[in-house]
């Protein structure tokens, strides 16, 4: 009978490793529309088609502030393309994207708005959280969310989470959980035509 659990176990760890093969949790989602016109007036598709516009979902607006204190809106940003990260410096699999909003910020900066949105409370404090982007030399836009504002207008449970805003304020691709260089890549394709 133990050899027999063994054996189980055994060929479903091998099926489960094997139909992980390629399978990526918490990818990029797309919002709204199936089609959105970048800020340059090119038209970027999700999934891989082109298709009319079609009704979009505009990106909750809220209230978030910056390292000095000053009160900063989400409107604020409209007219350009917007990747929107929610993290923590305890969460290690923010920690772990952190990198790559980094380098594609220093990229695309001046064409694409970045804004990590710290989850300002509770564990983190804004201390310990300025600490953390001080220490690693982060040259992102970062906004304290100390009213908890941005979290209840999003609904985030997880993080981090990441949406992705086309220029004229609408949600068109979100996903939860840690993403790779190649998947942030793709949401702000989805947001940019470049």
């Known amino acids: 009978m133990a050899l027999l659990l063994v054996v189980l176990i055994a060929g479903a760890s ?7 093969d390629g399978a990526k949790p918490d990818q990029l989602q797309p919002q709204g529309g199936t089609a959105t016109t970048t800020a340059n007036g090119t038209t970027a598709a999700t999934g891989g088609t ?6 979009t979902t505009p990106a909750p607006d809220f209230t978030a502030y910056t390292a000095a204190g000053e009160a900063v809106k989400l409107s604020e940003y409209k007219g350009k393309p917007i990747v929107l990260n929610f993290w923590a410096s305890w969460c290690g699999p923010c920690q772990s994207e952190m990198p790559d909003f980094d380098a594609k910020h220093k990229a695309l900066g001046d064409k694409v708005q970045f804004l990590m949105v710290n989850m300002t409370g509770g564990r983190e404090t804004l201390a310990t959280a300025k600490k953390f982007i001080a220490d690693k030399g982060y040259t992102f836009p970062v906004l304290y969310d100390t009213e908890a504002d941005a979290a209840t207008v999003y609904g985030v449970y997880s993080l981090p989470t990441t949406y992705f805003v086309d220029a004229n304020g609408n949600l068109v691709a979100q996903a939860t959980g840690a ?16």
Do not use: K, W
């Open 179 to 194: 993403i790779d260089a190649e998947t942030l890549q793709r949401g702000i394709d989805m947001i940019y035509g470049g």
């Open 14 to 20: 091998v099926l489960y490793a094997r139909l992980g």
């Open 50 to 55: 082109t298709a009319p516009q079609t009704p």
